[in-house]
Protein backbone atom coordinates (compact mmCIF):
# COMPACT_ATOMS: atom_id res chain seq x y z
CA UNK A 1 0.00 0.00 0.00
CA UNK A 2 1.33 3.25 -1.09
CA UNK A 3 2.07 6.45 1.12
CA UNK A 4 -0.71 8.45 -1.03
CA UNK A 5 -3.38 5.61 -0.20
CA UNK A 6 -2.86 5.56 3.85
CA UNK A 7 -3.07 9.40 3.46
CA UNK A 8 -6.54 8.79 1.56
CA UNK A 9 -7.58 6.52 3.75
CA UNK A 10 -6.66 8.44 7.23
CA UNK A 11 -8.76 11.13 5.33
CA UNK A 12 -11.24 9.13 5.26
CA UNK A 13 -11.48 7.59 8.52
CA UNK A 14 -11.25 11.76 9.86
CA UNK A 15 -14.20 12.40 7.17
CA UNK A 16 -16.14 9.20 8.84
CA UNK A 17 -15.31 10.35 12.84
CA UNK A 18 -16.67 13.83 12.26
CA UNK A 19 -19.78 12.27 11.13
CA UNK A 20 -20.02 9.43 13.92
CA UNK A 21 -19.38 11.29 17.03
CA UNK A 22 -22.48 13.73 17.45
CA UNK A 23 -24.46 10.34 16.90
CA UNK A 24 -22.41 8.30 19.12
CA UNK A 25 -22.97 10.78 21.72
CA UNK A 26 -26.71 10.69 20.75
CA UNK A 27 -27.37 7.29 21.09
CA UNK A 28 -24.64 7.60 24.60
CA UNK A 29 -27.34 10.33 26.30
CA UNK A 30 -30.54 8.11 24.91
CA UNK A 31 -29.41 5.10 26.70
CA UNK A 32 -27.97 7.31 30.58
CA UNK A 33 -31.60 8.25 30.26
CA UNK A 34 -32.59 4.90 31.10
CA UNK A 35 -29.80 4.35 33.04
CA UNK A 36 -29.78 7.27 35.33
CA UNK A 37 -33.82 7.22 35.82
CA UNK A 38 -32.69 3.56 36.84
CA UNK A 39 -29.92 4.16 39.46
CA UNK A 40 -32.10 7.13 41.04
CA UNK A 41 -35.24 5.17 41.71
CA UNK A 42 -32.58 2.29 42.56
CA UNK A 43 -32.17 4.62 45.76
CA UNK A 44 -35.89 4.81 46.79
CA UNK A 45 -36.26 1.10 46.80
CA UNK A 46 -36.53 -2.68 45.94
CA UNK A 47 -40.18 -2.52 44.75
CA UNK A 48 -40.03 0.81 43.11
CA UNK A 49 -37.47 -0.36 40.95
CA UNK A 50 -38.39 -3.63 39.99
CA UNK A 51 -41.74 -1.67 38.90
CA UNK A 52 -39.54 0.66 37.01
CA UNK A 53 -37.76 -2.27 35.67
CA UNK A 54 -40.66 -3.69 34.06
CA UNK A 55 -41.84 -0.38 33.01
CA UNK A 56 -38.33 -0.16 30.84
CA UNK A 57 -37.98 -3.71 29.37
CA UNK A 58 -42.17 -3.07 28.46
CA UNK A 59 -41.25 0.15 26.51
CA UNK A 60 -38.43 -1.24 25.33
CA UNK A 61 -40.85 -4.01 23.73
CA UNK A 62 -43.66 -2.17 22.79
CA UNK A 63 -42.53 1.11 21.82
CA UNK A 64 -38.90 2.10 21.31
CA UNK A 65 -37.63 -1.06 19.41
CA UNK A 66 -40.40 -0.46 16.97
CA UNK A 67 -38.83 3.23 16.38
CA UNK A 68 -35.99 2.12 15.90
CA UNK A 69 -37.20 -0.41 13.46
CA UNK A 70 -39.37 2.30 11.42
CA UNK A 71 -36.47 5.26 11.68
CA UNK A 72 -33.83 2.65 10.29
CA UNK A 73 -36.02 2.76 7.11
CA UNK A 74 -35.02 6.32 6.92
CA UNK A 75 -31.38 5.68 6.37
CA UNK A 76 -31.93 3.62 3.31
CA UNK A 77 -34.41 6.29 1.75
CA UNK A 78 -32.01 9.05 2.64
CA UNK A 79 -29.16 7.29 1.44
CA UNK A 80 -30.45 6.93 -2.37
CA UNK A 81 -31.69 10.19 -2.44
CA UNK A 82 -28.76 11.78 -1.65
CA UNK A 83 -26.84 9.51 -3.76
CA UNK A 84 -28.81 10.67 -6.85
CA UNK A 85 -27.99 14.12 -5.40
CA UNK A 86 -31.98 14.87 -4.65
CA UNK A 87 -31.34 16.95 -1.76
CA UNK A 88 -34.57 18.73 -1.26
CA UNK A 89 -35.96 15.00 -1.28
CA UNK A 90 -33.86 14.48 1.94
CA UNK A 91 -35.96 17.00 3.85
CA UNK A 92 -38.89 15.57 2.56
CA UNK A 93 -38.64 12.48 3.32
CA UNK A 94 -37.55 13.41 7.33
CA UNK A 95 -40.59 15.07 7.17
CA UNK A 96 -42.70 12.15 6.37
CA UNK A 97 -40.79 9.78 8.56
CA UNK A 98 -41.45 12.40 11.69
CA UNK A 99 -45.06 12.51 10.88
CA UNK A 100 -45.33 8.95 10.43
CA UNK A 101 -43.51 8.01 13.76
CA UNK A 102 -45.44 10.53 15.60
CA UNK A 103 -48.73 8.71 14.60
CA UNK A 104 -47.35 5.39 15.26
CA UNK A 105 -46.76 6.38 18.61
CA UNK A 106 -50.40 7.32 19.78
CA UNK A 107 -51.56 3.35 19.65
CA UNK A 108 -48.35 2.83 21.17
CA UNK A 109 -49.29 5.53 23.96
CA UNK A 110 -52.55 4.13 24.49
CA UNK A 111 -51.20 0.90 25.16
CA UNK A 112 -48.58 2.71 28.01
CA UNK A 113 -51.57 4.07 29.67
CA UNK A 114 -52.90 0.77 30.56
CA UNK A 115 -49.40 -0.91 30.52
CA UNK A 116 -50.52 -2.10 34.27
CA UNK A 117 -53.64 -3.97 33.50
CA UNK A 118 -51.65 -5.64 30.36
CA UNK A 119 -49.04 -6.17 32.94
CA UNK A 120 -51.08 -8.07 35.29
CA UNK A 121 -52.83 -10.07 32.35
CA UNK A 122 -49.83 -11.04 31.61
CA UNK A 123 -49.45 -12.60 35.31
CA UNK A 124 -47.07 -10.15 36.80
CA UNK A 125 -47.30 -8.86 40.07
CA UNK A 126 -50.33 -6.71 40.92
CA UNK A 127 -47.82 -4.14 42.68
CA UNK A 128 -45.07 -4.04 40.36
CA UNK A 129 -47.34 -3.79 37.61
CA UNK A 130 -49.10 -0.51 39.12
CA UNK A 131 -45.89 1.28 39.54
CA UNK A 132 -44.89 -0.04 36.49
CA UNK A 133 -47.73 1.55 35.08
CA UNK A 134 -47.39 4.76 36.61
CA UNK A 135 -43.60 4.87 35.44
CA UNK A 136 -45.22 3.91 31.77
CA UNK A 137 -47.51 6.90 31.71
CA UNK A 138 -44.77 9.03 32.57
CA UNK A 139 -42.39 7.31 29.99
CA UNK A 140 -45.18 9.09 27.22
CA UNK A 141 -43.57 12.42 26.70
CA UNK A 142 -40.30 10.27 25.82
CA UNK A 143 -42.01 7.90 23.11
CA UNK A 144 -42.73 10.84 21.05
CA UNK A 145 -39.05 12.38 21.04
CA UNK A 146 -37.82 9.05 20.56
CA UNK A 147 -39.42 8.83 17.51
CA UNK A 148 -38.18 12.26 16.15
CA UNK A 149 -34.95 12.23 17.20
CA UNK A 150 -34.86 8.32 15.51
CA UNK A 151 -35.47 10.56 12.50
CA UNK A 152 -33.10 12.69 13.00
CA UNK A 153 -30.34 10.62 13.93
CA UNK A 154 -31.18 8.70 10.35
CA UNK A 155 -31.24 11.82 8.50
CA UNK A 156 -27.80 12.64 9.51
Known amino acids: MGRASREKMVEEAKKQMRLAVPLIAANMLLTFLQVISTVVVGHIGEE ?13 VT ?9 CGLETICGQAFGA ?18 VS ?24 STKAGV ?11 Y ?3 QCQIRFL
Request: glycine letters at 8%.
Open 105 to 128: CIPVAIMWCFADDILVFLRQDPET
Open 48 to 60: VLAGVALAISFAA
Open 63 to 71: GFSMLLGMG
Open 135 to 145: YARWMLPSLFA
Open 85 to 102: KNYHLLGVQLQKAMLVLS
Open 147 to 149: GLI
